[in-house]
């Protein structure tokens, strides 16, 4: 038996043939498996959808409870028949609810980890190695020159930004799923216990992550009606990073612009979106998250996939480890 025979890519997503289920359809389809709740990876309208019931949650928050006819959640470790092929789910360590979904079939183990990372997230559960003969991994950061610095340092910066700008508001662009909350549980573990200002557009992820018990302190909703520009002073202010663009953004006091991204690595790229204080802070794995996570399970196999394959591919083949690029189409690292 091939792998391929157990996975294969297909216009809809990545296809399980003897289970008759799709791994993250970028398409409406019958039976879907969702490693986690960002959009390119989880979509509206499949008929039946198989998550943990934190992913689920998530996307019955973002999509209305409407979003498939018919829901199964699957507990982290549990083995669950699907057809002829059982598939159990384990952290991935990238947002609330990520997993990794390992698929076994007359003794071949596929894991499709979908984004993931490795290092410390008080947000949500870490990254579980379990062993497989092919991995599937992505490759958003796949880059020797993607060394992702310590997430602890970088939210210092924007304290010490806070210290020497008092009157200015900062305002920290971040996805709404998982960064947002991300860099605000690092600033509380800082210990800044001042409230956090939020954008609208995160109020229901945000009131979702302290529900399940993620302590994000006081959050108030950044709207100006009836006050004056000089209440957000020295505040910390997120959004979402398209926010930035309009109007809602001009609100504030002279403001310090922030992003939390692995991109503001590039420093091209944070003075293309005039990001005067660009935080390197990044929910996917570095390239030393990679090539480690690669070393340490040791899979017959890997199976690269959405990013920049070809650095990836390259280091496996010196290392003798066999590796091919999977062309899935349709994810966009939201989350970066
Ligand atoms: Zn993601």
């Given at each position: 038996m091939r792998p391929e025979d157990l996975l294969r890519p297909m216009p809809e997503g990545l296809y399980c043939p003897p289970g008759d289920f799709y791994i993250d359809p970028v398409r409406p389809v019958e039976r879907a498996l969702v490693t986690h709740g960002h959009a390119d990876h989880a979509r509206p309208g499949n008929a039946r959808v198989m998550a943990t019931g934190q992913t689920l949650d998530i996307m019955a928050l973002r999509y209305g409870e409407e979003f498939c006819a018919e829901r199964q959640v699957a507990e982290l470790g549990e083995k669950i028949r699907i057809g002829d092929v059982t598939v159990s789910f384990h952290p991935a360590g990238h947002v609330l609810g990520s997993a990794q979904i390992a698929v076994d079939w007359k003794g071949t183990r596929i894991v499709a980890s979908g984004d993931y990372k490795r290092r410390a997230d008080p947000t949500c559960l870490s990254f579980e190695p379990v062993p497989c003969d092919v991995f599937i991994t992505e490759?958003?950061?796949?880059?020797?020159?993607f060394r992702h610095p310590d997430t602890v340092a970088e939210i210092g910066k924007l304290l010490d930004s806070l210290r020497h700008f008092p009157e200015r508001a900062h305002l920290v662009g971040a996805y709404a799923l998982g960064k947002a909350q991300r860099v605000i549980k690092h600033l509380r573990d800082a210990g800044y216990d001042e409230p956090i200002y939020i954008h609208g557009a995160l109020k229901k992820l945000c009131d979702y992550y302290q529900s399940q018990g993620i302590d994000l302190g006081v959050l108030k909703p950044a709207t100006v009606e009836g006050g004056?520009?000089?209440?957000?002073?020295?505040a910390v202010i997120v959004g979402p990073p398209s926010a930035f663009a309009d109007k809602w953004a001009r609100r504030f006091p002279d403001p310090v612009a922030s992003f939390a991204s692995?991109?503001?690595?590039?420093r091209q790229r944070a003075r293309q979106r005039g990001v005067e204080l660009p935080l390197i802070i990044s929910d996917h794995c570095d390239w030393d998250e990679l090539t480690e996570t690669l070393d340490e399970l040791a899979p017959r196999e890997v199976w690269v996939t959405h990013g920049r394959e070809e650095a990836l591919l390259r280091w496996c083949e010196l290392r003798q480890m066999r590796a091919k690029p999977l062309h899935l189409v349709g994810y966009e690292d939201e989350a970066e």
């Open positions: 490759a958003t950061f796949a880059l020797p020159v004056k520009k000089g209440d957000f002073s020295g692995g991109w503001m690595r590039v």
